[in-house]
T-cell receptor
Framework: NAGVMQNPRHLVRRRGQEARLRCSPMKGHSHVYWYRQLPEEGLKFMVYLQKENIIDESGMPKERFSAEFPKEGPSILRIQQVVRGDSAAYFC???????????????FGDGTRLSIL | KQEVTQIPAALSVPEGENLVLNCSFTDSAIYNLQWFRQDPGKGLTSLLLIQSSQREQTSGRLNASLDKSSGRSTLYIAASQPGDSATYLCAATPQGGSEKLVFGKGTKLTVNP
């Protein structure tokens, strides 16, 4: 079974451009989570999505950031008009059900390293 | 607001040594506490998940304990090996219907041959 697939692994953008990060969850998983890891910082929760729905976006910056998980295709984290402070590793995780009810761990991808020039 | 702290930030030990990694959290209202391993340039691998009603979990040479009342968890690694070198992260799932994990900054472990 393939794990959580994220692409691209590395992404370089200039200030003001758009960044699109993709996450394909594990087969059979309908719950997706995005986290950001800034240099020398721990992972911070950004957003939790189920198919076609945003469940919790309390960790997402109010401007420039958006996420979706369509009925077909991968989950997308979109960052508009990127700034240097957006440089970080962005991780996606997935689970088959809500983890607090099943006590199943979230399964993580290898991340996308975003660099802003 | 839940905060998770890991001490020490880095640890270097000789091969074969038993060691303990520490994790503390500020709010005892959690669903579970998880330990992950992160290798350089890689994602996180789940090691152990302790439910709030449990005291410990074991997998091979790893044993994780949970003391909710004191807000502490430990990860015990027996007979450490160079392949155990990685960053170890603990994360708490706060109660309140949230699915988010709250992570510590990790302990970077180096096991020297």
């Amino acid at each position: 079974n393939a794990g959580v697939m994220q692409n691209p692994r590395h992404l370089v953008r200039r200030r003001g451009q758009e960044a699109r990060l993709r996450c394909s969850p594990m087969k059979g998983h309908s719950h997706v989570y995005w986290y950001r890891q800034l240099p020398e910082e721990g992972l911070k929760f950004m957003v939790y999505l189920q198919k076609e729905n945003i469940i919790d976006e309390s960790g997402m910056p109010k401007e420039r950031f958006s996420a979706e998980f369509p009925k077909e295709g991968p989950s997308i984290l979109r960052i508009q008009q990127v700034v240097r402070g957006d440089s970080a590793a962005y991780f996606c995780a997935s689970s088959p059900t809500a983890t607090v009810y099943s006590n199943q761990p979230q399964h993580f991808g290898d991340g996308t390293r975003l660099s802003i020039l | 607001k839940q905060e998770v702290t890991q001490i020490p930030a880095a640890l270097s030990v000789p091969e074969g040594e038993n060691l303990v990694l520490n994790c503390s959290f500020t709010d005892s209202a959690i669903y579970n506490l998880q330990w992950f391993r992160q290798d350089p340039g890689k994602g996180l691998t789940s090691l152990l998940l302790i439910q709030s009603s449990q005291r410990e979990q074991t997998s091979g040479r790893l044993n994780a304990s949970l003391d909710k009342s004191s807000g502490r968890s430990t990860l015990y690694i027996a007979a450490s090996q160079p392949g155990d070198s990685a960053t170890y992260l603990c994360a708490a799932t706060p109660q309140g219907g949230s699915e988010k994990l709250v992570f510590g900054k990790g302990t970077k472990l180096t096991v020297n041959p």
